[in-house]
């Protein structure tokens, strides 16, 4: 069964910490892995992945993804209140199937 | 970019009534949509895949005759929850995809839905 498994749960660091949130997977016909971050509402989407050792930047967000270790990595650095969130994980395989979620890391920054 | 829309944004309503969620695609055609379910601090749990003009495929668990969902045209797909009980408040979430590419998903705004 295709899964994909994010750790930490759930995160509480400071203002102005660097952050790490791993996504690991083992599915069938692997084609991207998608970032998202969820706050009150839908997600918004962050980074798509699709090749190895390419670093995707945004502000202070970046990721990363291995596919020969099957994971991948958002960091957060520079963390602000604003930064409290679900991040999500997702895969999506060939075909137009369903992505398939990890559980979510719950990240909560204080001031 | 492109956007989905969903209506209603929440919704109380009494046990046993039925309710319907609508999530629209603004500017583009979706041949797929995804029904997600949320509880808190819970991530997406897929209910069903929405395909357009045939019958949904539904998730193991999920009852079809409980949540009843219609693909008519490219833009629209609808969430009925009949005969609603306090266990179906969550929050509702669907998601749109253009043909062929299942990586540029877009997410209606979810449902909260409040079953007395």
């Known amino acids: 069964e295709d899964k994909v498994v994010q750790s930490p749960l759930s995160l509480v660091v400071h203002e102005g910490d660097t952050v790490t949130l791993n996504c690991s997977y083992e599915v069938t016909n692997f084609r991207s892995l998608l970032w998202y971050k969820q706050e009150k509402k839908a997600p918004t989407f962050l980074f798509m992945l699709t090749s190895s050792g390419i670093e995707k930047k945004s502000g202070r967000l970046s990721s990363i993804l291995d596919k020969k270790e099957l994971f991948s990595i958002l960091n957060i650095t520079a963390t602000q209140t604003g930064d409290s969130a679900i991040y999500l994980c997702a895969v999506v395989r060939r075909g137009n199937t369903p992505l398939v979620f990890g559980k979510g890391t719950r990240l909560s920054v204080i001031a | 970019g492109a956007v989905v829309s969903q209506h209603p944004s929440w919704v109380i309503c009494k046990s046993g009534t039925s309710v319907k969620i609508e999530c629209r695609s603004l500017d583009f055609q979706a041949t797929t949509m995804f029904w997600y379910r949320q509880f808190p601090k819970q991530s997406l749990m897929l209910m069903a895949t929405?395909?357009?003009?045939?019958?949904?495929?539904?998730e193991q668990g999920v009852e079809k005759d409980k949540f009843l969902i219609n693909h008519a045209s490219l833009t629209l797909s609808t969430l009925t929850v009949t005969s609603a009980h306090p266990e179906d408040s969550s929050f509702y979430i669907c998601?749109?995809?253009?043909?062929?590419?299942?990586?540029?998903?877009?997410f209606g705004s979810g449902t909260q839905l409040s079953v007395l």
């Open positions: 998601s749109a995809s253009w043909t062929g590419y299942n990586e540029k998903l877009f």
């Open positions: 929405s395909n357009e003009g045939s019958k949904a495929t539904y």
